[in-house]
């Protein structure tokens, strides 16, 4: 990954799965958003929303198959229904440039955050090791991002010691999984989570 500049930093390479589709506007800005795979070493795809101005590129130049090499930061929004609040998570396009490899992919992020909400280890009925956690990143103007991470094995157990309000930084890569949820009538709706799984995770001491 190029040098870090900030404490949310992501780089991605992978194809667009669809076209971009209006998102919202901000004072004239137009915003638009895109699912881009991005294969992992085991040939399986994880699918990322990828949030694009339109004053970063023309966006009708994405179309599904195009490669892309993506860099920004991965953000969190709440998205408001009827039913109840939910947290969304969209990588925040800074620069987007086409690709000509085609067989090659990368995901790779890096956080400075806060830990906001107390580690949950377990293990799983095959014995192995995992921590899920929720990192408060800072943003410009009195912001956060709330990402969810998880962590595997020896960084599980690190991890899982880890108190509210420790300052950690952390590498991995972002990915999604599919779940079935079920309703109160118990109707199944097949849904997309997004989370950042870690391969290396530091405290920083204070000093």
Known sequence: MESI??????????????????????????????PLKVKRLSDNFDTIPVTVSDRLLDVETITEGVTLYISGQLRSYNHYSSKKNKLVLTVFARSISFDETDDYSSNEIFLNGFICKKPVYRTTPFGREITDMLVAVNRNYGKSDYIPCIAWGRNAKFAGNLEVGDNIELWGRIQSRTYIKRDENGEAEERTAYEVSLSKIEKIEKQ
């Open 5 to 34: 500049k900030s404490n949310n930093h992501v780089n991605l390479i992978g194809t667009a799965a669809d076209v971009c589709s209006f998102s919202h506007e901000v004072y004239g800005e137009g915003f638009y958003t895109f």
